[in-house]
């Protein structure tokens, strides 16, 4: 299996909401990533969790708040958005300590902010 | 600085043909390079991986080459389909943090029929 899932697909929320997107693999991948990315732009990483504990923090602002439960799951939990936090939200994962240190991305949600 | 530029920011070509789109980079030094491919709204998928002793790798229709003294890598596509439409993304990983991968901006590249 090398399939990084994400749920849900779309998501639409008002500034006041409270919800959680969620990230999974099964491929034994020890650091999981979060990424933000606008139309037409490349993604910018959020965070890096390596062996379940929070490696990179990019200057993230505290209303995206990362989880990671364990080696296989990964949530972001969102609250008090802004409209400008509307954009694409991937998940990938590599396996720490290859030579090649691939990462594997998910379908990615949609997240848009009213 | 370590930047990835990539060139043409945009193409269009005719189903059929071929193309190559280029990468500039000034990574130094790096583990591997990759071009990914991502289709509009969702996430890359990657094509190619290349580490720095590798000059090409080739993965169907898509063949990638690799210049490490230019700092230069390219993208190849043969015989393109209408579903080749997509992105394509040029990502380094630098040798001294591989977690953090350094992006290129992307080839927009529409095959029209």
């Keep these: 299996d090398t399939e990084v899932t994400q749920t849900p697909k779309h998501l639409v929320m008002g500034m006041t909401n409270k919800k959680s997107l969620k990230c999974e693999q099964h491929m034994g991948h020890r650091a999981m990533y979060w990424y933000k990315q606008k139309a037409k732009k490349p993604p910018e990483l959020m965070f890096v969790y390596s062996y379940e504990k929070l490696s990179i923090n990019e200057s993230v602002p505290s209303r995206f708040s990362p989880e990671c439960p364990n080696s296989s799951l990964l949530n972001l939990h969102l609250h008090a958005l802004q409209p400008e936090d509307s954009a694409l939200y991937l998940c990938a994962s590599s396996a720490p300590g290859t030579s090649t240190y691939e990462q594997y991305f998910g379908p990615g949600t949609r997240l848009t902010v009213t | 600085k370590n930047q990835v530029e990539q060139s043409p920011q945009s193409l ?18 790096f583990s591997n390079l990759r071009w990914y491919k991502q289709d509009t709204g969702r996430g890359p998928v990657s094509l190619t991986i290349m580490t720095f002793s590798e000059n090409t790798k080739s993965n169907g229709r898509y063949t990638a080459t690799l210049d490490a003294d230019t700092k230069q890598s390219s993208l190849h596509i043969t015989a393109s389909q209408l579903s080749d439409s997509a992105s394509y993304i040029c990502v380094v990983s630098p040798y001294s943090s591989a977690s953090k991968i350094i992006f290129g901006s992307g080839t927009r590249l529409s095959i029209r029929p």
């Design chain 2, 12 to 29: 269009i070509i005719l189903e059929g043909k071929n193309c190559t789109l280029q990468c500039n980079y000034t990574v130094s030094p």
